[in-house]
């Protein structure tokens, strides 16, 4: 897909804070009817299947999940670990730009080693080459440029593609024996160490040692 239908326009919209900080800023980028049509099947399509490939700690764009899970979780394991004077850390891992820090290699490999089709992923492609877009500032178009990464922030696929794409990160919290998490009362021995709402982390950790361990998982 080529040509116009590969363009976006890019508006900024205000969050909160120093207006002249361009980190305030949300971009969303605005998408021709045809791309959005063919993102919004393959997003079907895809959806059907996250539950099977996204662990329960994630609750973003999965069906049956909400963000409340997370919000409970959170609560609730405060409340006991205060209640009991028990060590609990809970800790917010802040993900600048990760949006747009998506490396389209990778991507397209783990999809393909979590078993989507060649045919799945040529069309995924289809959308991702020779994407362009241009920022719209007050009215006026700037200059078009050429994408090489990320996923935009307005495509009906961008938050599926996303939490595909931080999976084995969150893994790889999971499977680390250094990152302790926090004692499911009545569970038998269950332990949660992340919460994941998209790009938001939250790690339930029981000591320091396991932030050190979490922390250099995190910049590796």
Known sequence: MRGSSASGVISLLFKKGDNTDLGN????????????????????????VLPHLVHVDQTCGVAGRSVRWNLHLL?????????RNLPLMVVCLDQA???ERVNWGFMFRLLERLGFSQV?????????TGVGSVVSVNGHLGEAFSLHSGVRQGCPLSPL???LYMEPLAEA?????GVQGFLVPGSGGLR?????YADDTTLLLDRGACLVCALGIFQN
């Open 75 to 83: 609560r609730d394991a405060i409340a006991w670990a205060e209640d």
């Open 173 to 177: 919290f999971r499977a680390d024996p």
């Open 161 to 163: 593609l996303y939490i």
């Open 192 to 196: 949660v160490n992340l919460s994941q």
């Open 97 to 99: 730009k990760t949006f």
């Open 120 to 128: 799945f992923v040529g069309w995924l492609r289809t959308l991702y």
């Open 25 to 48: 800023w949300l971009p969303l980028t605005m998408l021709f009817v045809n791309y959005k049509l063919l993102a919004r099947v393959l997003a079907d399509h895809m959806g059907t």
